[in-house]
């Protein structure tokens, strides 16, 4: 498989991931929640390790989109009316 076609899945997964925890109130924070939604969504790679690394692709991922929408909040206050 190509690199793009990797980085590709790995997004995608970490988009499903997020709206499936917002869709069935799981913590990303948490580790057994994070282990139910890959248990779901990637069974293949729910060992212990790549759970650690999941939840930080989440958290960082989360931050950053949370980063934007203040971002966009903060901009669109500032149009003219």
Sequence with gaps: MDKNDEAVEKTELVLKALDYALTFSLDINKKDDVKKILDDLDPE????EEIETFMKLLKDTD????????????????LPN
Excluded: I, R, V
Excluded at 45 to 48: E, G, K, L, Q, V
Excluded at 63 to 78: I, L, N, R, S, V
């Design 63 to 78: 931050t950053f989109m949370g980063m934007q929408a203040a971002k966009k909040e903060t901009e669109k206050e500032d």
């Design 45 to 48: 790679h729910a060992s212990d």
